[in-house]
């Protein structure tokens, strides 16, 4: 295996299946087959759940929603996905930790750096959710935070395209996809590969990104083994 231990950051939207809110039972399964995949190979896993299939604070603004609550009812959606997946994951035999931003007694544990790392060295799989804990950030800035904290040898982003192109491939049929590049060349192109605070994260700390088709059967597993899938963002 080319990563013994990922950070892996999954979109609460794609939870929701072919409906616009809500979980699927059958995307649901699909993660827990794929996350299963690489835990049997004995890589150590974080993942951290967007929310937007339940709530996205940003959105909540523009439904007249307060700022700052709309991001604690996005960080706790993302506490339901996490649930939500945990529970597949241990149907399927797998050990989990469940680690929160926003400690809620009798369902997560508060998270702690250390306890998080320990937890990896015993064989569980994390569910980190809640974000940073904290409002004005997303849940890619929750991902390159935790994967610097658990010391990932990378974040692996999950998305419905496999790779960064030079343009959205949805909407350009002439956009070229990146293999490789380093995180100036990104910062220079202006590549939305996540957010700025996320990005620069992981720059800081030489924690490379490498973002691929999760919806493709086998990818995970691929991407893990260094095999070439999607596009890789390194230092």
Known sequence: MRYRRILLKLSGESLAGD????????????????????????VQVGIVLGGGNIFRGVQGKAKGFDRVQGD?????????????????????????KHLSGIAIDKITEAMCRLRAQEYLEQGYVLLLS????NPFF??????????VEIEADVVFKGTRV?????????KNPKAKKYDTLSFAEALKNKLAIMDQ??????????????????????????AVEGKKTGTLVSP
């Open 19 to 42: 409906g616009a809110y809500g979980i699927s039972a059958e995307t649901l399964e699909y993660y827990a087959r794929e996350i299963k995949s690489v835990v049997d190979k004995k």
């Open 72 to 96: 604690y009812m996005g960080m706790l959606a993302t506490v339901i996905n996490s649930m939500a997946l945990q529970d597949a994951l241990m149907k399927k035999g797998i050990r989990c």
């Open 130 to 133: 809640g974000g940073t804990g």
């Open 138 to 147: 997303t849940t890619d800035s929750a991902a390159a935070l935790r994967g």
């Open 162 to 170: 496999d790779g960064v192109y030079t343009a959205d491939p949805e």
């Open 197 to 222: 605070t996320a990005f620069t994260l992981c720059q800081e700390n030489r924690l490379p990104v490498v973002v691929f088709n999760f919806n493709k059967k086998g990818n995970l597993l691929k």
